[in-house]
């Protein structure tokens, strides 16, 4: 197998407010696994907050070429059914070569699954089990913004059904209240780590439930797990750990301070872990969420193969940005079409 990986600047459609910050672009590294007339691509979306770069992100796939080197024949001579495994166990030797790196690991699990895909000529959500009809509607999310940005955001968000709003400013039911204005379709909320005080959060979620709002992520900063804990016994609302949440080892910590976790590949290396995530929060009776970062549409459809198996999805990072150079899936009932 024959890795190469080439940086690309992915530029934002509208600058991001956030409360941690605002962002107009996202490194990307885009990844491609040739193997004979075969090939898989691979992206590792880098948000400036988890450190990773162009630099780290090439140092670390020129290492985890020599681990992929000579392994092709081997993968050929797999049966379809092992395949899986395969690449499960091969990702354990590329999560070794050093701690941390999350993206660009991710772009290699995703790279070997479309390889596997290339290989065997079929869809990888079929290549899973994975039932497509069970696609959770996707949200489409809002940045902080003036009520005139909002607006034109919420006509671009065409083929959506569910809105996504960044909360964890002062402003929080003036922003709601904006949206009501122009859209009553349901709303995720992700403050992002912006709440402070308890009474005020939990005050703030029940006037959120009456607008319709489903869901609350990152009410507070990641390690104040006590705070979300408090919450999430209170919450009419069930609420969500992302940026508190990692990768597999996390979800022990994390599991009794929220009612669920957010998955995005970029965060858990890939698909491989994705899945074992997936099949130890069910376990401890966790709900499920898989969300992006801003990404390509490589992406993007690596999360929707897998977004049958979870109750929530945000996958909108590739219809955020100007210079996505793959097509833009297809969306039907504001749910992402597998093919
Ligand atoms: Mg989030």
Redesign the pocket.
Known sequence: MRLSHHPLLLELCHPFRLATGVRTHTNVTLTRIELGPFSGDGEAAMPPYYGETHASSALFLDQATRILENTGDEFLRLDSANRSRWIADLMRKVDDIAPGNNAAKASVDIALHNLWSSVEGKPLHILLGIDPRKMPPTSFTLGMDTPEILRQKLTEATGFEIIKIKLGSDDDRAIIRTVREYSDLPIYA?A?QGWRDRGQALELVHWLAEQGVKLI??PFHKDDLVSSAWLTERSPLPVFA?ESFQRLADLDWVAYSFHGV?VKLMKCTGISEALRIVEAARKKGLKLMT?CMTETSCGILAAAAIAPLFDYADLDGCWLVNNNPYPVPLLENGKVILR
């Open positions: 992700d992002n992520e990152q992302d957010n969300g």
